[in-house]
């Protein structure tokens, strides 16, 4: 996974400073993430965080941790696997989004998930999310899965927008013996995207394709269509990306160096 920030703009001295005691914002800034894998599993996690992303960095210095969260800026291990929690709670921290240096910046969100068919109730599984029934409690043809970005905050300034930017549709598919044939496709906001998991060997085979879209605060995944070859497939919901935007307010110091900055300029002038 990977994150990353833009600063979107900033004011000038004077400017700044006849604004932000009124209570406005220095900058915006843009937080992004790639690849929020969203299952119970610790594979491949260090220290026993999750989802199994890893570690991300912002700026080529600075490591943020995206984990299910107990609470504001607090994270903590997976929900168990096989369950129907209905939302998800998130903490994304170890950041620096208001750019004055050090890792204790945080944000938290949930992420609401609907399903319909099949039992209608969400599947939290290790493979990713499916519907509760069927084949391995997948998505199978008729089962649809919604989700919704919600309860976003931070600890620095507001969060003006915020949304998924892109999701993932992982479909798996097994044979005891010879090679395997079989693919699988979802609609994913409307874009159909199709899994072929051909392969000249038997064994376990998943495969994840990913797509990129406008920011939206909902995700639907459905038209499932699974074509059986040797293998019968599987389908989930497995990973997201996701965008927030701050109006940051600058830390005192800022304040400090910015009259300083302006002090500097109008002796200059008197001079």
């Known amino acids: 996974m990977k994150l990353t920030k833009k600063i979107l703009g900033t004011t000038g001295i004077i400017s700044l400073m006849s604004f932000l ?12 993430a790639t690849g929020l894998n ?5 594979q491949s996690v260090p220290d026993g965080l999750y989802p199994n992303q890893g570690t991300s960095t912002q700026g080529g210095t600075n490591t943020g941790l995206l984990r299910f969260a107990s609470g504001p800026g607090t994270g903590t291990t997976a929900p168990a696997g096989n369950n129907d929690l209905g939302s998800y709670n ?77 999701a993932g549709y992982g479909t798996s598919a097994s044979t005891a013996s010879g090679p395997t044939t079989a693919t699988s496709s979802a609609d994913i906001n409307g874009v159909t995207v199709t899994n072929d998991l051909a392969g000249t060997t038997e064994g376990y085979r998943y495969f994840v394709k990913e797509i990129d879209f406008a920011s939206t605060q909902t995700v639907l995944f459905n038209n499932i269509v699974h074509t059986s070859g040797t293998a019968d497939p599987t389908g989930w ?5 996701l965008s927030f935007t701050h109006d940051v307010v600058p830390e005192p110091s800022t304040f400090a160096l910015c009259g300083l900055g302006l002090l500097g300029f109008v002796a200059r002038r008197r001079r």
């Open 38 to 42: 969203f299952r119970p599993t610790s």
């Open 90 to 166: 998130f903490v994304w921290s170890g950041l620096d989004i208001d750019g004055v240096g050090g890792t204790n910046d945080y944000i938290n969100f949930t992420i609401s998930v609907t399903a319909t068919g099949g039992s209608g109730t969400v599947r939290f599984d290790g493979q990713g999310l499916g519907v509760t029934g069927g084949i391995n409690s997948g998505l199978q043809s008729g089962e649809t899965l919604s989700f919704t970005l919600t309860s976003v905050s931070s600890n620095v300034g507001s969060v003006t927008s915020f949304g998924f930017t892109g």
């Open 21 to 32: 005691p009124a209570g406005q914002s220095m900058a915006a800034a843009t937080i992004t």
């Open 237 to 241: 919901a497995r990973t997201f990306d």
